[in-house]
């Protein structure tokens, strides 16, 4: 309980959790602002929601908070007075409240969508599009825990570049960027939205086929070598690919375990002569 406590950020909540908490402490705060004197001022703790709503639920809810903390002390002063020389002056002070909340909003949002490119940068590879190693373990680590809870098959390719040295060698490291540009590309126009696809290597690339028993991963990643098999003659790029599939009925508690896995079954795939496609499925060691 305690470690959970330590670890709890109020701008890392679901966005249903974020929008009751911020009606629940909004109906605090009018509670108190009801009760206390016109002296002491509940900006602060107004504001405090507004932001909270805005970063976890977006700027159209974060917008109702704002216009609702504005309009709260406005009802409050008119049921209850107003100590104001002028009651203009009462009205006025509302209004610049208002005005803090939008500009508070407004850079909430747009330091929240900074944050979310950013976020999602560091999980891309900047080459190909596809995700870095980062990006695509989070990815299978969720897709592991979809896979225990529906028991649903899934499968994993891991691929790697015949001779992609070659490439490097002869005609330059542009060249050889060029070359698996292509492959990210080849990937994502030839594979589901919901596969995830990752640049784990120089040339190293995995798959995770989803909801896929042996027979349709296998179906799938030939037509994948097809596809790029054409790329690389199209342009006289001397490669091929060695691809390791594995098949998981039961997938193992670590991620790792599952690309080491298929990562194995692609270094046979090499050591018997590059060029092929090897599927086997994984079997948990008896306890």
């Not at 006289?236 to 691809?243: D, G, K, L, Q, R």
Request: hydrophobic share 40%; net charge negative; aromatic share 12%.
């Amino acid at each position: 309980m305690l470690d959970r406590l330590t670890h709890f950020d109020l701008f890392s909540i679901r966005r249903g959790n974020a929008f009751l908490l911020g009606c629940a402490m909004f109906v605090a705060v009018v509670a108190l602002d009801y009760s206390t004197t016109y002296e002491l001022s509940l900006t602060p703790f107004y504001l405090f929601i507004v932001i909270l709503v805005g970063w976890n639920c977006g700027w159209k809810p974060g917008l109702v908070f704002a216009m609702a903390s504005s309009a709260a002390p406005v009802l409050i002063g008119d049921f209850s007075g107003y100590l104001y020389s002028e009651p203009l002056y009462f009205y006025v002070d509302n209004a610049n409240r208002l005005i803090l909340y939008l500009v508070a909003l407004g850079l909430t949002s747009q330091l929240k969508a900074q944050h979310e490119r950013e976020k999602q940068s560091a999980r891309r590879d900047h080459l190909t599009g596809l995700a870095n190693p980062k990006g695509f373990y989070e990815a299978l680590s969720i897709e592991i825990a979809r896979h225990r809870r529906q028991r649903i098959p899934l499968a994993v390719a891991y691929f790697d570049c015949d001779n992609f040295k070659l490439v490097n060698d002869r005609f330059g490291h542009n060249e050889g960027d060029r070359l698996l540009e292509g492959i990210g590309r080849v990937l994502k126009e030839n594979l589901r939205k919901t596969d995830v696809i990752g640049r784990l290597g120089g040339d190293e690339f995995a798959v995770v086929l989803t909801n896929t028993d042996q027979r349709s991963a296998v179906e799938a990643v030939g037509k994948l070598r097809r596809e790029l098999d054409t790329l690389m003659r199209e342009y006289h790029w001397p490669v091929t690919f060695s691809v390791g599939i594995g098949i998981f009925s039961r997938v193992p508690e670590s991620e790792d375990t599952v690309i080491r896995f298929t990562d194995n079954l692609m270094y046979r795939v090499k050591e018997a002569g590059k060029n092929d496609i090897l599927s086997e499925e994984f079997a948990p060691e008896p306890i």
